[in-house]
């Protein structure tokens, strides 16, 4: 079993900027991909980034230039530096873990995250 724990949600003003953590623990070798996702209220979880265990990274197109993801291997957390916020990036943002030793996958308990003047 894998327990992902999210920090770093919270209010914010539209421009701003925040940083989201997420950091794995239980039994595992090894995590193929981790990553964040969202879902706004009435909407389906959506991708916004992820990266792989050798540093290959997924964005969204609504956040490109505004976010970026970063990744420790060695501590197996994942970190999402959001800059620039908006209104619409308004959304409960969950962790991700894929491919954990290579077939399972996890979520965390998710975070929110509200841009709102």
């Known amino acids: 079993q894998v327990q992902l724990v999210e920090s770093g949600g919270g209010l914010v003003q539209p421009g701003g900027s925040l940083t989201l953590s997420c950091a794995a623990s239980g039994s595992f070798l090894f995590i193929g991909t981790m990553g964040w996702y969202r879902q706004a209220p009435g909407n389906g979880r959506e991708l916004v980034a992820r990266?792989?265990?050798?540093?290959?990274?997924n964005y969204a197109d609504s956040v490109k230039g505004r976010f970026t993801v970063s990744r420790d291997n060695a501590k197996n957390t994942i970190h999402l530096q959001m800059n620039s916020l908006k209104p619409e990036d308004t959304a409960v943002y969950y962790c991700?873990?894929?491919?954990?030793?290579?077939?399972?996958?996890?979520w965390g308990q998710g975070t929110q995250v509200t841009v709102s003047s």
């Open positions: 990266t792989t265990s050798d540093g290959i990274t």
């Open positions: 991700n873990a894929a491919y954990v030793d290579y077939y399972r996958e996890y």
